[in-house]
């Protein structure tokens, strides 16, 4: 199952604010997509791998990654951000404990079924939470056409994945709910027996013709999703590796996109909220309103654009005084130069005049760094009224960069890119990049395969998530007829790995590493 959401719904439903981890991710591709993917489930206090301090006098103890200040203070930034407020998830997806606790087959169903419907709600953009039997017999309470926890979120539907039996007392609140106008939907096999004093007892067959849909099919149907509440968010087109979490605060409302795969994707999204539509960075603290951004009677349209294993946090209400100036959507940016050929290079004390490749490749492995990059090029005049980016598509882990003697600041995670507008020049420029690498062993946590230019051959191919082990030894499930599932962070499942990617986590084949400026370096106007 998904122990990440479990762990969040669990305080979603019981009210606590704080939901721990102590896989919470660190520096390099792997940490950050962890930390990321556990973000968007809920988790908000991390417990983040990162060499931050020496110990005593140890001289052979490495120095901390120039990277590990960034993403501590991300980690911190993410966690408020998603502590503030309360959850604002529609749909409930019930976990079947009664099911499973009778055990048999029945009771291994009922697992797959839960796993696999909450990736296809992931897949198609729906928020949701787990919905446990202690809430719907007891704990949340009804009223306004729907059962609002101990946050004061209120569930509009509630999905049951296939189950045997259910309880005399459950299936009399769902009667209450459904007829306030709550949805109830079945999604593969129906309960067979109403569970009242005992199991012993359990003999009569539930009379179900009270539920809003029952999907025989056990996934989630274009008919499943037409029976939900209102979608918060709405895409332009398919993008099932796109995972999000919904937070209402009291004057705005807050989105946490992540994307699970390994390529950029651009989209048009339609978010629920009113007010500024707002990037705020969680890797700088900037906020930015989003240039492009339009208000209609559904809610503000959004261009959503995303790198490799991006995460955006949009904020829907008031601008901050304290926000910057509008930020390029980055959507459709016109290319100005391709910065290809030979860099110069100092690798391990070694000067060298080659074309982008890997350290490793170039003879040098498990070096740390740091490298400097040199690279003189003619550039034109800036377009007018237009903003010069520099952008390097893959850079392992971290890179800092100077054009014409100014410092431009680092990055170490995706997206990898610059604002050059006041440093370019007109005729020659010279660029100094200089790159850090995780030492051996320290890309922390367990994330996806390295970004790939290549787009696959469709949106459900697209790598994503296999790490923490991902394949059969970590005992990764499968899900029927929807496409081969692997393991992922927190010991769920997500889309199978590309061949050859594994993760550097338990259970799976460490990918081979690869350090160094990997390109491609471009100047792009927007």
């Known amino acids: ?270 978010i629920e909220g009113h007010g500024t539509a707002q990037d705020w960075n969680m890797g700088t603290g900037e906020i930015h309103p989003i240039a492009g951004a339009t208000a209609g009677a559904d809610g503000i349209t959004i261009p959503l654009v995303l790198a490799p294993y991006e995460a955006k946090v949009i904020v829907v209400g008031p601008l901050p005084k304290e926000a910057a100036g509008a930020e390029p959507s980055f959507a459709g940016g016109t290319t100005l130069a391709e910065l290809t050929g030979d860099w110069n290079l100092t690798l391990n004390g070694k000067p060298i005049t080659t074309e982008l490749k890997p350290w490793e490749d170039l003879g040098v492995a498990g070096f740390a760094g740091p490298v400097t990059y040199h690279k003189q090029f003619t550039a034109s005049a800036a377009p007018k009224g237009k903003h010069v980016y520099l952008e390097i598509a893959d850079v392992h882990d971290y890179a800092k960069v100077t054009l014409n003697g100014k410092e431009l600041g680092a990055e170490g995670w995706q997206p990898y890119r610059w604002d050059v507008t006041g440093a370019l020049k007109k005729g020659a420029n010279e660029l100094v990049i200089q790159v850090d690498a995780l030492a051996q062993g320290g890309r922390a946590g367990f994330g996806g395969p390295q970004p790939t230019a290549a787009a696959a051959a469709s949106p459900s191919a697209q790598a994503t998530a296999p790490p923490a082990g991902a394949g059969p030894a970590n005992g990764a499930r499968r899900r029927s007829g929807a496409g081969a599932m692997a393991a992922a962070p927190g010991g769920g499942v997500g889309p199978a790995a590309p061949a050859g990617a594994g993760g550097g986590g338990r259970g799976g084949a460490a990918t081979p590493a690869t350090s160094g400026l990997l390109g491609s370096v471009k100047l792009v106007a927007y």
Not at 158 to 172: E, K, N
Not at 196 to 208: G, I
Not at 215 to 234: H, R
Not at 256 to 265: D, L, T
């Open 1 to 270: 199952n998904n122990f990440p959401k479990l762990a969040s719904s669990a305080a979603h439903l019981f009210g606590k604010p704080k939901v721990w981890s102590e896989e919470g991710g660190g520096p390099g591709i792997d940490g950050k997509y962890q930390l990321d993917f556990q973000a968007v489930r809920g988790v908000n206090a991390f417990q983040i791998r990162v060499p931050v301090t020496r110990f005593g006098q140890d001289t052979n103890a490495s120095a901390p990654p120039p990277q590990a200040a960034m993403i501590a203070w991300y980690a911190n930034r993410a966690g408020y951000l998603m502590a503030i407020g309360r959850p604002a998830a529609q749909v409930g997806l019930y976990h079947p404990g009664n099911t499973i606790w009778l055990g048999g087959e029945a009771a291994s169903e009922a697992d797959r079924s839960t796993t696999k419907l909450g990736w296809q709600l992931f897949e198609h953009q729906v928020d949701w939470d787990y919905f446990d039997e202690q809430s719907l017999s007891s704990v949340a309470t009804l009223g306004n056409g729907g059962f609002t926890n101990l946050s004061g979120q209120t569930y509009k539907a509630i999905v049951f994945p296939s189950m045997t039996v259910i309880t005399r007392t459950g299936l009399d609140r769902l009667r209450e709910f459904a007829k306030g106008g709550g949805k109830v939907i079945f999604v593969g096999e129906t309960p067979k027996l109403v569970l009242d004093k005992s199991f012993m007892d359990a003999k009569e067959k539930p009379d179900l013709s009270f539920a809003t849909l029952i999907e025989p099919s056990g996934d989630i149907t274009p008919a499943v999703l037409a029976a939900l509440p209102k979608p918060d968010v709405k895409l332009d087109a398919d993008f099932p590796r796109l995972t999000y979490t919904h937070r209402q605060w009291t004057d705005g409302d807050m989105y946490y996109f992540f994307n699970e795969s390994n390529k950029s994707e651009s989209r048009v999204a339609t």
